[in-house]
C-alpha cells in the first residue's frame, strides 16, 4: 500500500522499550521514504490534535532511555464514538494514512474500532510489563521489569536471610501473574500468588508450616498486585496468627518495575516489531498486531489478539512450585 505519512502513538501504562520501538517505527518509515507523526498522550492526543512531526534525528539517543518521549494516557472520550470519529478526522486532515499503536491489549481494543469504524490502517505493537498478551511470547518492557524486580528481591534476600525473616514482596500485575510466576522462579520464592490461580491460604499455610519444621531460614513469597489471597499487608497479618514465630516484613516494589533503561532484549524486540510495523503496512497488513513466536515474526489479527487471553502461566508456576520444596 502506498503511504506518503503514519502517526505513532503510545497508550497505556508505559514499558522500557516504547522509546526504542517509537524510534524503530521512525527510521523505518525514513528508510522507505515514508513522514511520520508522533502523538503526543496516546488516544487522548489524537482527539486534542497534539501532533509533532518526528524524524530520523528526532528519535537519536531514546534507544537506552525508559518511559516514552510521546507521553501516554487513559482517554475516556477515545471509548465513545463521537471521540474516536474525531480522532479519525484529526488523522485523515493532517493527511496521516496509518497508525502504528504501542501498548497493551486495551490500546488494542482502540486500535481495532478506529480500524473497524473509519478504515483506517492500524497496526499493533505489544508493550507492557505484564507479558499478558495473546498471540506473542513477549511483550516490550517486560524483560527490563522483569530484572528490575529480580534485583531488587536478591537485595532483600540478603536482609531477610541475615534476619531470618519472612518477606511478602508485593510485584505489579492487577490481572496478569505472568511477571509474578517469572520472578518467583528467578529469586527462588517459597510461594508464587497470581490473580490467575486461587491458592488458598490452606495451602500456603502447609507450605510454610513445611519450611519451619525443615529449619528454613528465610522466606520470600512473591505475591502479585491482583492475588485472589488480597493484599501483601493483610496476608502477612494472616500468616502472622498462624506462625507467632515468623519475623514478618512486606515490600511493595511497585512503579519502580515499570521504569528503568531497557535491557538489550527489549530494544531488539521493540526495535524488530517497530521495523515489522511499517514494512507490514507497506505490504498492506492492517487491523492487526506484530508479535514474535517461537523466535518468529508473526502478524495476527487484533480481534484474535483482544479476544484471547495471553499466556498461561500453569507451565511456570509448576516449576515454581517444584523449585520451592
Ligand atoms: O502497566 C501494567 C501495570 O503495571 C499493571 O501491572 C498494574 O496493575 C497497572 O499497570 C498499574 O497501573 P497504574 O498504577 O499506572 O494505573
Known amino acids: 500500500m502506498k503511504i506518503n505519512k503514519l502517526a505513532v502513538l503510545t497508550s497505556g501504562g508505559d514499558a522500557p522499550g516504547m522509546n526504542a520501538c517509537i524510534r524503530a517505527v521512525v527510521r523505518t518509515a525514513a528508510f522507505y521514504g515514508i513522514d511520520v507523526v508522533g502523538v503526543e498522550n496516546g488516544y487522548e492526543g489524537l482527539i486534542n490534535k497534539e501532533f509533532k512531526q518526528l524524524e530520523t534525528r528526532s528519535v537519536s539517543f531514546i534507544i ?25 478526522q484529526n488523522l485523515q486532515s493532517a493527511g496521516v494514512s496509518a497508525l502504528v499503536v504501542i501498548g497493551g491489549d486495551g490500546s488494542f481494543r482502540g486500535a481495532q474500532k478506529l480500524n473497524e469504524e473509519h478504515n483506517i490502517p492500524v497496526i499493533g505493537l505489544p508493550a507492557t510489563i505484564d507479558n499478558d498478551i495473546y498471540g506473542t511470547d513477549l511483550t516490550i518492557g517486560f524483560t527490563t521489569a522483569l530484572n528490575t524486580a529480580t534485583e531488587a528481591i536478591d537485595k532483600i534476600r540478603d536482609t531477610a536471610s541475615s534476619h531470618n525473616r519472612l518477606f511478602l514482596v508485593e510485584v505489579m500485575g492487577r490481572n496478569s501473574g505472568a511477571l509474578a510466576v517469572s520472578v518467583g522462579i528467578a529469586i527462588g520464592a ?26 528454613k531460614k528465610s522466606n520470600i513469597i512473591v505475591i502479585a498486585e491482583g492475588s485472589k489471597l488480597g493484599n501483601a499487608y493483610n496476608l502477612a497479618k494472616d500468616i502472622k496468627e498462624q506462625f507467632d514465630q515468623f519475623d514478618i516484613r512486606v515490600s511493595i ?15 531488539i524486540l521493540a526495535s524488530q516489531l517497530g521495523v515489522a510495523a511499517v514494512e507490514g503496512l507497506i505490504d498492506g ?3 492487526c498486531m506484530a508479535g514474535v513466536q517461537n523466535n518468529q515474526l508473526i502478524y495476527r ?17 509448576r516449576i515454581a512450585n517444584i523449585l520451592s520444596i
Open 301 to 317: 489479527s487484533l480481534n484474535e489478539v483482544v479476544e484471547n487471553q495471553g499466556q498461561e502461566n500453569e507451565e511456570y508456576l
Open 253 to 267: 516494589l511497585g512503579h519502580v518495575q515499570r521504569g528503568g533503561n531497557p535491557c538489550a532484549t527489549d530494544r
Open 64 to 88: 537506552n532511555q525508559g518511559g516514552t518521549i510521546l507521553y501516554t494516557a487513559r482517554s475516556e472520550k477515545f471509548r465513545t464514538e463521537e471521540g474516536r470519529a474525531l480522532a479519525a
Open 285 to 287: 497488513k492492517s487491523n
Open 190 to 215: 517459597k510461594a508464587t500468588l497470581v490473580p490467575e490461580r486461587k491458592t488458598t491460604k490452606h495451602e500456603l499455610f502447609a507450605q510454610l508450616r513445611k519450611g519451619v519444621v525443615e529449619n
